[in-house]
């Protein structure tokens, strides 16, 4: 079974930074880009950004270059965001989601909360 | 970046009911290898958005065939033939043509 397990959800600081993990099983991890996809209620879905853990090459949404860095480890088959700097702009669900070539995000994490407050 | 327009924003249908959903965008997403990257998802209440079709009209794997999308260019359709209770939710259009990739508005489906 595909599954991509993300980390738990997140209480952080405005000015802080964080990193949430996506753990992928059930298939080659190198096979498949990742997504990663912000959910807010007055933004709709967005998307962030591409990681090829292949051959590690990134891809971003020029609105969060700058807030958004993405790697993965191919030894654990995960993939991480690391959001910086963050602001109540930043407070919203991040998926991750696979993809095969241009067959769409056929496999989705179960979203992350990040909700930015002192 | 290019935008999707769904409309309508809301739909209200009854069960074995046959519903269409529009995504207009703003440019051509015929891209120059052929391929027009128009996917849609369907988000259920309270989970993660699944994929229903890619390339405008590809059914993805398990996708029942109730589910079918069509269009060309700037204009496409995604038609459910017969709504069943589980189709309830908010559908997106999605584009990976161009640069950055854009999600639509999403449409509303509820029961009547």
């Known amino acids: 079974e595909v599954k991509l397990q993300q980390s738990g959800d997140e209480l952080v600081r405005p000015g802080a930074s964080v990193k949430m993990s996506c753990k992928a099983s059930?298939?080659?991890?190198?096979?498949?880009?990742m997504h990663w996809v912000k959910q807010s209620p007055g933004q709709g879905l967005e998307w962030i950004g591409t990681i090829i853990p292949l051959i590690d090459t990134t891809s971003y949404n020029q609105k969060f270059k700058g807030k958004a860095t993405l790697t993965a480890d191919k030894s654990s088959n995960t993939a991480y965001m690391e959001l910086s700097r963050l602001t109540s702009e930043d407070s919203a669900v991040y998926y991750c989601?696979?993809?095969?070539?241009?067959?769409?995000?056929?496999?989705w994490g179960q979203g992350a909360s990040v909700t930015v407050s002192s | 970046d290019v935008v999707l327009t769904q409309t309508p924003p809301t739909s209200s249908a009854t069960i074995g009911q046959s519903v269409s959903i529009s995504c207009r965008s703003s440019q051509s997403l015929l891209d120059s290898d052929g391929n027009t990257y128009l996917y849609w998802y369907l988000q259920r209440p309270s989970q993660s958005p699944q994929l229903l079709i890619y390339?405008?009209?590809k059914l993805g794997s398990g996708v029942p065939n109730r589910f079918s999308g069509s269009g060309s260019g700037t204009d496409f359709t995604l038609k459910i033939s017969g709504v069943e209770a589980e189709d309830l939710g908010v559908y997106y259009c999605v584009q990976g043509t161009h640069d950055p990739y854009t999600f639509g508005a999403g449409t509303k489906l509820e029961l009547k």
């Open positions: 989601a696979r993809e095969l070539t241009t067959e769409g995000m056929d496999a």
């Open positions: 059930g298939y080659t991890f190198t096979d498949y880009a």
């Open positions: 390339l405008v009209s």
